[in-house]
């Protein structure tokens, strides 16, 4: 990180060296997943809205590096949680309704909103029975889970990384308000058909 920070050459070559190993993971895997879940659909959200305001942009990277210190904190709380209670919690949890949903989206998406329910029907129309179904898989795997949670760097980590390399860490740094970000937060995992970390709190924690 320091030589990153200092914009050494070396740094540059550290830096340009994983940024190519990354698109090798996309390669590899033939889709955008391995480098782009909750993180990505926060910046992109704070994207369109910028756009849709006629604001200047923020860089791409810098929004996607705050929004990975809010993705580590939902991993750092999944660390946290003994598979018996993560089994009272999802227990408890209530289906979100078709009607809360679609309102959801259309609200935060407007004239992109048809497009997204379409993506997202699987998850908003699952039967009442699929989605016990997916609830009693989620508890069975969370040891799994935990396994993928541990090897996400704890929030703080990634703050004082962000911070070493002079990159923005708060909404604030990016000139976003909290509630812009929230937002994003709330509403970035319908622009993409995947189960992030984010997908899964809301549903179930």
């Known amino acids: 990180m320091d030589q990153i920070g200092s914009a050494s050459e070396q740094g540059a070559e550290i830096l340009f060296n994983n940024l190519v190993e990354s698109g090798y993971c996309m390669l590899d895997f033939g889709d955008s997943r391995p480098a782009s879940g909750t993180e990505h659909h926060i910046s992109h959200f704070i994207e369109m809205r910028l756009l849709q305001q006629g604001q200047k942009a923020r860089l791409h990277g810098a929004k996607v590096g705050v929004a990975t210190v809010r993705t580590a904190q939902l991993y750092d709380r999944i660390k946290q949680l003994a598979q018996s ?23 935060a998406y407007g004239d992109l909103a048809d497009e997204l329910l379409r993506e997202q029907a699987p998850f908003i129309h699952m039967s009442a029975a699929d989605y016990s179904a997916l609830k009693e898989e989620i508890v069975e795997q969370w ?49 993409r058909q995947r189960f992030t970390i984010r997908k899964l709190v809301h549903l179930f924690l």
Do not use: C, M
């Open 85 to 107: 209670e993560a089994a009272t919690l999802i227990g408890q949890a209530v289906q979100p309704t078709a009607a809360a949903e679609e309102a959801a989206i259309r609200a």
């Open 143 to 191: 040891p799994q889970i935990q396994a993928i949670a541990q090897q996400v760097p704890a929030a703080a980590e990634i703050t004082k990384w962000l911070k070493a390399v002079g990159a923005p860490t708060t909404p604030a740094e990016l000139g976003i308000s909290d509630d812009e970000f929230e937002l994003a937060y709330n509403h970035g995992h319908y622009l």
